[in-house]
């Protein structure tokens, strides 16, 4: 269908008299601070749906059309006071293009991209209309801006020729010049839509005017816009073009769980999943099941996925609900393999490794922005937590991050949100997610002696973990054999499933295929993705069983400590982590009452891991110092002990102490293995120093 400008301008202002008549009137009242008419691609579509697709053909055309019409439209008290932008929203689900669909047919035409927004620049002036000056005759001269580069007039315009009209030289009047703000944004596709680890691609866009500083990175959106061009570079003039959108307005996904479709059937089986009685031992058996044991392990993760519910007190209070979980585990124990599987599972999960190459590394970050053309302007940039908003960030190696990331991420798991101040950029970006980080122990593998010494994250940064597991690979005949024998059944199953045929096995392949069921999920990825979604609807409320159980469970731990040991067993935030849990687990079953037995589950499962991290091999008293000074309680207590005489000593001789006389003051007291080992930690921190060979004084 062809349509005539005339046509187009008169349906415009159908379109727009019968429809948008109350915006406009409200844009008369309060501009500038209100200057878009955004209109519904629908209203144009119910008007004449050839009208709409002729639109969408020839955006720029069509829409400068509609903004004449506006101006016809405006009431007379209008006067003309300004530009007043058309901008076309929520186009429908048939112009949406992936980013890596874009092709040289999308160009010029008026599509859709949804993604997740990467970078973004600050707000910028950029010049719409130049006025040049003739450095001859002062013959001015108006150029319209359209593109990145800027348009210099190529002669002079002046009617009687005084000046040599086309040798003539120009100055930019700057301060007469109309400017426009504007905006550049980076989108990425979503991850989720990723099929088998390919990395995202990626398209930049430019926002103008009204809707600058809309998005943020780590938003997830719609942007509707023309595609267009541009040289790569002006100097070697290759037909290469870079493709960016004119983003004209940008939809917003409404709700963060809006993305996965729940039909009615599937809200039957949800409901119909949650009455099983076995519903935590499939939701475990759904998780990874290539992945033989680590059951306890699975089930936290399996509550991590439904999470506890973020507070907002009445005296302003947030209190987070994502749980936190670290593995620290044995190289080859799986820990990569679970993450990865995650993030294919959670709804929006991200996956990055701490190593990560990208400037933006786990957090955001400023960073210089190499797209040609503009020379290195700063954009604000995502990072895997800030995508992550709203989902699982799965975070790998977590030991190996940069100092940058580790200082950012204490914010990060606490406030849920990342700040940024530098090079001119300021932001705070929301995180909010749950955050599953695997890293190795300080050596490589763990060693014999306390678990906390042997991790190497800041205490501090540990500390904000709901769980803490440690996963030991220590060979053990049963278990191995165990273990053995899944690895080989998965990849007998994975074979006779990619031969994809049963010719010349006589019954060998059925016989694995039976054999080896147990290894396929209990409930399907689709399903499970739906019911964690689903589930998010509900928000549990405490009975009074479930808070009698953890109140007296915490406090009877905490009576455990004091004593001579002085340890603190567990604090406040494994209290806190006991109600995100038992939160979690009454979510997981789609209930609004948090049961007894959801407390019995959080308490099981945190006992669970305090018993390997906080405990004292062989023992049941734990010291939650181990992993919040990196330390036990007994072996700060040594330290303590040795400072203390050291300091007698010298008060009372004026003279260092030797060795050999430490050691006898302290003797029956504490070993000597311990007291050596307490002066090299201390002499390592800097607490004492050597004025002669094996004397020591404080450096106080
Ligand atoms: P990590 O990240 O802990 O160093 P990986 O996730 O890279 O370890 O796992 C190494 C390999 O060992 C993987 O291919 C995985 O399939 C296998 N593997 C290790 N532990 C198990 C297990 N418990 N069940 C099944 N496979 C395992
Ligand atoms: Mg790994």
């Known amino acids: 269908m062809n349509f005539k400008e005339e046509e187009v301008l008169a349906g415009w202002e159908d379109i727009l008299s019968k429809k948008y008549q109350l915006e406009m009137t409200k844009i008369a009242d309060s501009f500038p601070e209100e200057r878009s008419v955004f209109v519904s691609y629908k209203d144009i579509d119910e008007y004449n749906p050839d009208l709409a697709m002729f639109i969408t053909d020839r955006p720029d055309r069509c829409l400068a059309l509609g903004r004449k019409a506006i101006r016809n439209l405006m009431p007379p008290s209008w006067d003309n006071k300004g530009t007043i932008n058309l901008r076309i929203i929520k186009l429908p689900r048939d112009n949406r293009v992936e980013i890596r669909a874009l092709r040289s047919e999308h160009l010029r035409k008026l599509v859709a991209i949804e993604g997740l927004v990467k970078k973004t620049t600050p ?30 007039p190529t002669m002079c315009t002046s009617s009687d020729g005084s000046c040599n009209r086309s040798l003539a030289k120009f100055d930019l009047s700057e301060e007469r010049c109309v400017y426009l703000d504007t905006q550049k944004i980076e989108i990425q596709e979503f991850p989720e839509a990723l099929k088998g680890g390919a990395q995202p691609e990626r398209i930049m866009g430019y926002l103008e005017d009204d809707i600058t500083g809309s998005v943020f990175p780590g938003n997830r959106v719609i942007l509707n816009g023309v595609i267009k061009q541009v040289q790569k570079s002006e100097r070697d003039e290759s037909a290469v073009f870079e493709t960016y959108m004119d983003i ?107 190593k990560s190459a990208s400037a933006a590394g786990l957090t955001a970050a400023a960073v210089k922005d190499d797209f040609s053309g503009e020379g290195g302007r700063w954009m604000l940039e995502a990072g895997a937590l800030v995508l992550a908003d709203k989902g699982l960030a799965c975070i790998d190696e977590l030991d190996k991050m940069s100092e940058h990331d580790t200082s950012a991420l204490h914010e990060a798991m606490e406030s849920q949100k990342i700040s940024v101040a530098k090079a001119g950029i300021t932001a705070t970006l929301p995180c909010r997610c749950s955050l599953l980080a695997a890293a190795n122990p300080k050596r490589g593998r ?219 003051a302290l003797a029956g007291q504490i070993q000597e293995k311990e007291i050596l080992l307490a002066l090299k930690k201390m002499d390592a921190e800097g607490e004492i120093y050597a004025p002669a060979f094996d004397v020591y004084k404080l450096l106080e």
């Open 248 to 354: 004209h307005s940008v939809d917003f996904e409404e709700q963060e769980y809006d993305e996965i479709l729940i039909t009615e059937d599937d809200e039957a089986e949800i409901q119909r999943m949650s009455k099983d009685a076995e519903l935590f031992e499939k939701m475990i058996r759904s998780i990874s099941p290539t992945i033989y044991g680590l059951e306890t392990e699975k089930e936290a993760i399996a509550l991590q996925l439904f999470g506890g519910t973020p507070k907002k007190m009445e005296d302003g209070t947030v209190i987070r609900g994502d749980i936190h979980i670290l593995l620290v585990g044995d190289p080859g124990v799986a820990k990569s393999q679970l993450l990865r599987y995650m993030t294919t599972l959670a709804p929006r999960g991200i996956y990055a490794s701490g």
């Open 123 to 152: 707000v910028k002036p950029r010049m719409t209309r130049a006025l040049f000056v003739c450095t001859k005759c002062g013959a001015e001269q108006w150029i319209e801006q359209t593109g990145m580069r800027i348009r210099k």
């Open 446 to 664: 763990f060693g014999d002696g306390d678990i906390g010494e042997q991790i190497n994250l800041p205490p501090t940064l540990m500390s904000r973990f709901d769980m803490i597991f440690t996963l030991k690979d220590k060979p053990d005949p049963k278990a191995d054999t165990r273990l053995t024998e899944h690895i080989l059944n998965a990849h007998r199953r994975g074979q006779v499933r990619k031969s994809g045929t049963t010719e010349g096995m006589e019954d060998l392949a059925g016989k694995i295929m039976a054999e080896t069921g147990s290894i396929t999920p209990s409930y399907a990825r689709d399903i499970m993705r739906k019911y964690v979604a689903y589930s998010k609807r509900i928000t549990p409320v405490m009975s009074d069983d479930a808070y009698s159980r953890i109140r007296e469970n915490y406090l009877k731990i905490r009576a455990t400590g004091g004593g001579n040991l002085k340890s603190v067993p567990i604090t406040a935030r494994q209290l806190e982590a006991y109600i995100r849990l038992s939160e979690a687990s009454a979510r997981a079953r789609l209930s609004r009452i948090v049961t007894k037995e959801d407390a019995e589950r959080s308490i099981r499962i945190i006992h669970y891991y305090l018993d390997k991290v906080f405990g004292n091999e062989g023992t049941t008293v734990w010291d939650s110092d181990r992993v919040s000074t990196g330390m036990p309680a007994a072996v700060r207590n040594v330290m303590q002990l040795v400072k203390d005489t050291i300091r007698e000593y010298v008060a009372e001789k004026g003279v260092g102490i030797s060795k050999g006389e430490l050691l006898g």
